[in-house]
């Protein structure tokens, strides 16, 4: 398996606060990827990076920035969650540059009250 | 993203072959076809892709009509950890890369039953 981790796994907010969830990977890829998954919707991309300090928008960015500042870490944070940022957050990483081969991590469920 | 359809479930009984359908008519001739599976409360996990050749794996194999409007995935021999929602993608290639931007639809739900 990818060595891809997620952290924190599970996170209660309340409306308002700053969350930064991270996802660090020890395989060297370029490409990583920040989705959400909610009843209804399936898998939705947030924001993806192509490289150290290259990122661009997903489908469903409002609301949301990244940062990676090092290859293994790509940062979400939700500067000011709202409870319609309640989902579980699954972060992917690939090397191939078509980037469609992806390995996806245990995910973060984030309940924002 | 091509537009994919599946139907929302399936059953299968355990060790017989898992046939999961897709269309796919919009595709284009040099877009491929991937699958991904997601079990239960995990993370999407890739299983196959292709362009227009049958292709096999270790998990299954993909088959991708002539015309490639639409492809089957076959678990050969499914299992009860095969249960699990399949996801049939056509990642659009417009630009000449996609850069991973994945549309994950419904899916379809398989229960493999004992």
């Known amino acids: 398996d990818a060595g891809i981790t997620q952290s924190p796994r599970h996170k209660v907010t309340e409306t308002g606060t700053p969350v930064t969830l991270r996802c660090h990977q020890t395989?060297?890829?370029?490409?990583m990827y920040w989705y959400r998954q909610d009843p209804g919707h399936g898998l939705r991309l947030i924001h993806y990076?192509?490289?150290?300090?290259?990122?661009d928008k997903g489908e469903v960015s409002d609301g949301y920035s990244v940062s990676r500042s090092k290859t293994e870490d790509f940062l979400l944070t939700l500067e000011s969650a709202t409870s319609s940022q309640t989902s579980v957050y699954f972060c992917?990483?690939?090397?191939?540059?078509?980037?469609?081969?992806?390995?996806f991590g245990p995910g973060t469920r984030l309940t924002v009250l | 993203d091509a537009k994919t359809t599946q139907p929302p479930s399936m059953d299968c009984a355990e060790g017989r072959a898992a046939n999961l359908p897709c269309n796919h008519s919009?595709?284009?001739?040099?877009?491929?076809v991937y699958w991904y599976r997601q079990i239960h409360s995990q993370g999407p996990q890739y299983i196959i892709h292709?362009?227009?050749n049958n292709e096999t794996n270790e998990m299954a194999s993909l088959i991708i009509t002539e015309d490639r409007k639409s492809s089957t995935l076959i678990l050969p021999h499914a299992t009860l950890r095969d249960t699990a929602v399949y996801y049939c993608?056509?990642?659009?290639?417009?630009?000449?890369?996609?850069?991973?931007?994945?549309?994950f639809g419904q899916g379809t739900i398989l229960t493999v039953h004992p």
């Open positions: 992917a990483i690939t090397g191939l540059p078509d980037g469609n081969e992806q390995f």
């Open positions: 292709g362009l227009k």
């Open positions: 993608i056509v990642p659009s290639n417009a630009g000449g890369t996609s850069y991973g931007k994945l549309t």
């Open positions: 919009t595709i284009s001739g040099n877009e491929y």
């Open positions: 990076s192509y490289g150290v300090k290259d990122t």
């Open positions: 395989e060297n890829h370029r490409y």
